[in-house]
């Protein structure tokens, strides 16, 4: 198939997934779906289409990275202390299994601990609808189980910071310095928000009418000087939803100004490429196989724990939340491609992410249809508002 075809294709699919999966009562299957297109893309692309998708799709990595900056706001230390005191343990008691099962999927220790890192992740922007029409949660449980998907998404994120390096230099006493200086820059964001919160705000309510591509390029354009500066694109962009996660205007986030380039676009266009990254062969080989059972076996183990020490609700199938991973295991299976021969290990991670994050959602109970909600036009208060009451 030749470039034209592939992209009305790819259009045509941007337009209908993301309202197929939300009639379905299930729309944080759509980037799954979208990874899944990219896989049944791979025979009939040829090279130079697969290199525009790319191109393109690193556009869409960088906005990936900002919304998943937006979607964690820094909660206030009384109100992290216990959702720390809960994820912490909860993502250590899996780290052995991980690790064991990543030696046998070929992965060294560093890459081990990166997919650790990952495996054990939320990716709070998927699970968000399910955990916002989750029947059984109590007005008490309900906030306490955001925090930890938040929580979790952010110790995801600067265990991964620390890993790129890691990946390149191999592990040394400068990640330790390199882990301080993340967590310095992290409180300067929070400290100097307020001043880029206004300069998106005064774009908000001034830019009326090309708001939504003025962001976009803002953004973009943000991250181009960020690697110009020397500091890479892919982490200007984190921080930069760091600073703007709590910008809002007329009740929206920057997320849902940007939805229709971002969420509709160059977003899907990432899992696209992504997926396009395994090679039908692949799917039946060992990596393959291991992923299917990895997946199966830590969504045994976190069933056994959450039922023997860890209550995180009433419910018996609430862990499920904690599930989805998929943006967060794309991030470190990027990471992974980077390197040269890896790629039977970073679709080992990559797979392991997509079969845990369908089958959570897929067992989680459905949201109703009158309250799923446009992907892009969310009905309920973004993830950073509800963390912060």
């Given at each position: 198939?030749?470039?034209?075809?592939?992209?009305?294709?790819?259009?045509?699919?941007?337009?209908t997934v993301p309202d197929l999966c939300r009639r379905i009562?299930?729309?944080?299957?759509?980037?799954?779906?979208?990874?899944?297109?990219?896989?049944?893309?791979?025979?009939?692309?040829?090279?130079?289409?697969?290199?525009?998708?790319?191109?393109?799709?690193?556009?869409?990595?960088?906005?990936?990275?900002?919304?998943?900056?937006?979607?964690?706001?820094?909660?206030?230390?009384?109100?992290?202390?216990?959702?720390?005191?809960?994820?912490?343990?909860?993502?250590?008691?899996?780290?052995?299994?991980?690790?064991?099962?990543?030696?046998?999927?070929?992965?060294?220790?560093?890459?081990?601990?990166?997919?650790?890192?990952?495996?054990?992740?939320?990716?709070?922007?998927?699970?968000?609808?399910?955990?916002?029409?989750?029947?059984?949660?109590?007005?008490?449980?309900?906030?306490?189980?955001?925090?930890?998907?938040?929580?979790?998404?952010?110790?995801?994120?600067?265990?991964?910071?620390?890993?790129?390096?890691?990946?390149?230099?191999?592990?040394?006493?400068?990640?330790?310095?390199?882990?301080?200086?993340?967590?310095?820059?992290?409180?300067?964001?929070?400290?100097?928000?307020?001043?880029?919160?206004?300069?998106?705000?005064?774009?908000?309510?001034?830019?009326?009418?090309?708001?939504?591509?003025?962001?976009?390029?803002?953004?973009?354009?943000?991250?181009?000087?960020?690697?110009?500066?020397?500091?890479?694109?892919?982490?200007?962009?984190?921080?930069?939803?760091?600073?703007?996660?709590?910008?809002?205007?007329?009740?929206?986030?920057?997320?849902?100004?940007?939805?229709?380039?971002?969420?509709?676009?160059?977003?899907?266009?990432?899992?696209?490429?992504?997926?396009?990254?395994?090679?039908?062969?692949?799917?039946?080989?060992?990596?393959?196989?291991l992923a299917l059972g990895t997946a199966g076996l830590l969504?045994?183990?976190?069933?056994?724990?959450?039922?023997?020490?860890?209550?995180?609700?009433?419910?018996?199938?609430?862990?499920?939340?904690?599930?989805?991973?998929?943006?967060?295991?794309?991030?470190?299976?990027?990471a992974l491609m980077q390197r040269e021969g890896r790629t039977?290990?970073?679709?080992?991670?990559?797979?392991?992410?997509?079969?845990?994050?369908?089958?959570?959602?897929?067992?989680?109970?459905?949201?109703?249809?009158?309250?799923?909600?446009?992907?892009?036009?969310?009905?309920?208060?973004?993830?950073?508002?509800?963390?912060?009451?």
């Open positions: 198939m030749n470039s034209i075809e592939i992209t009305v294709i790819l259009l045509l699919l941007f337009m009562q299930r729309p944080a299957l759509t980037y799954a779906v979208f990874t899944g297109v990219g896989l049944l893309l791979w025979p009939v692309a040829d090279s130079e289409v697969a290199a525009m998708l790319r191109g393109a799709g690193n556009l869409g990595f960088l906005l990936l990275l900002f919304e998943v900056g937006l979607e964690i706001d820094l909660p206030r230390w009384q109100d992290f202390r216990p959702a720390l005191a809960f994820a912490l343990p909860w993502a250590s008691l899996q780290f052995p299994l991980i690790l064991l099962l990543a030696h046998f999927a070929g992965l060294n220790l560093v890459e081990s601990l990166v997919a650790a890192a990952a495996l054990t992740g939320c990716s709070v922007g998927m699970a968000h609808l399910a955990w916002q029409h989750h029947p059984s949660l109590s007005d008490l449980e309900r906030p306490f189980v955001l925090r930890v998907m938040v929580t979790l998404e952010m110790l995801t994120i600067v265990l991964l910071a620390v890993g790129g390096p890691a990946l390149k230099d191999g592990l040394r006493w400068t990640l330790l310095l390199k882990l301080a200086g993340l967590a310095v820059v992290i409180i300067l964001v929070a400290r100097a928000a307020r001043q880029v919160m206004r300069l998106f705000d005064a774009i908000l309510q001034r830019a009326t009418h090309w708001r939504t591509h003025l962001l976009v390029v803002l953004v973009l354009a943000i991250c181009a000087l960020g690697e110009r500066l020397g500091l890479s694109a892919p982490k200007t962009a984190f921080f930069l939803g760091l600073f703007t996660s709590r910008v809002e205007h007329d009740g929206k986030g920057l997320d849902e100004f940007m939805a229709p380039v971002s969420h509709r676009f160059l977003i899907p266009l990432f899992f696209v490429s992504l997926g396009m990254t395994i090679q039908w062969p692949m799917l039946a080989s060992w990596p393959a196989l969504l045994g183990l976190r069933q056994v724990l959450e039922r023997r020490w860890f209550k995180l609700g009433a419910a018996p199938d609430t862990f499920l939340l904690l599930c989805p991973n998929l943006t967060v295991v794309a991030l470190a299976a990027s039977g290990s970073a679709t080992w991670l990559l797979l392991t992410g997509l079969f845990l994050t369908v089958a959570a959602v897929l067992l989680l109970p459905a949201s109703k249809a009158s309250d799923a909600g446009s992907p892009d036009t969310p009905t309920e208060p973004s993830p950073a508002a509800e963390t912060n009451p």
